[in-house]
T-cell receptor, first 114, second 113 residues
Framework: GESVGLHLPTLSVQEGDNSIINCAYSNSASDYFIWYKQESGKGPQFIIDIRSNMDKRQGQRVTVLLNKTVKHLSLQIAATQPGDSAVYFCAENRYTGNTGKLIFGQGTTLQVKP | GAGVSQSPRYKVTKRGQDVALRCDPISGHVSLYWYRQALGQGPEFLTYFNYEAQQDKSGLPNDRFSAERPEGSISTLTIQRTEQRDSAMYRC???????????FGQGTRLTVV
């Protein structure tokens, strides 16, 4: 079946540590992936994206890694802060021609301990 | 506008009534998506518009659900004869093009009683 999923439902880290959130996808034809952060009561917020012609992309304190061989995606957050506490979703953008849709995984809850 | 705007923010309706949920995307965004999100779950795709054309409605649960975007901007998601199982957060998102990042609105919390 076609799905996008996350390995762990909850990740707890100490403030200042690095966080790694993982995601597995099953559609080998997918070539665009997005990480979203969702805080309580809010809509998903875009963090970073990556296309399949790249293995790594960096943003401010965040890095996304893509391993197409094993169909695995990860989000690394450096020096995790309390404000990073949220649910993180990976999403796979499946588009063909003019049609597109984002397929979301179940989400990983990141808890940052002070 | 500055972001994706959805209205109403909250809607309580009686079972059997029709409801219309509105989405005002970011100005100039070609692509518009509707999603449904249950508590503790990721957003579930409902339908996709490219300008005014509904190019993918594979996620609509049944024929009680419909959506339109007649002028390629504002979109309406309509649920006819609502049922309790329709209760959820309905989210709209827009993107400049189909393969660029999508921005989400705050959502409409629908409760069917």
């Amino acid at each position: 079946g076609e799905s996008v999923g996350l390995h762990l439902p909850t990740l707890s880290v100490q403030e200042g540590d690095n966080s790694i959130i993982n995601c597995a996808y099953s559609n080998s034809a997918s070539d665009y992936f997005i990480w979203y952060k969702q805080e309580s009561g809010k809509g998903p917020q875009f963090i970073i994206d990556i296309r399949s012609n790249m293995d790594k992309r960096q943003g401010q304190r965040v890095t996304v890694l893509l391993n197409k061989t094993v169909k695995h995606l990860s989000l690394q957050i450096a020096a995790t802060q309390p404000g990073d506490s949220a649910v993180y979703f990976c999403a796979e953008n499946r588009y063909t021609g003019n049609t597109g849709k984002l397929i979301f995984g179940q989400g990983t809850t990141l808890q940052v301990k002070p | 506008g500055a972001g994706v705007s959805q209205s109403p923010r909250y809607k309580v309706t009686k079972r059997g009534q029709d409801v219309a949920l509105r989405c005002d995307p970011i100005s100039g965004h070609v692509s518009l998506y509707w999603y449904r999100q249950a508590l503790g779950q990721g957003p579930e795709f409902l339908t996709y518009f490219n300008y005014e054309a509904q190019q993918d409605k594979s996620g609509l649960p049944n024929d009680r659900f419909s959506a339109e975007r007649p002028e390629g901007s504002i979109s309406t998601l309509t649920i006819q004869r609502t049922e309790q199982r329709d209760s959820a957060m309905y989210r709209c998102a827009s993107s400049l093009e189909v393969d660029t990042e999508a921005f989400f609105g705050q959502g409409t919390r629908l409760t069917v009683v």
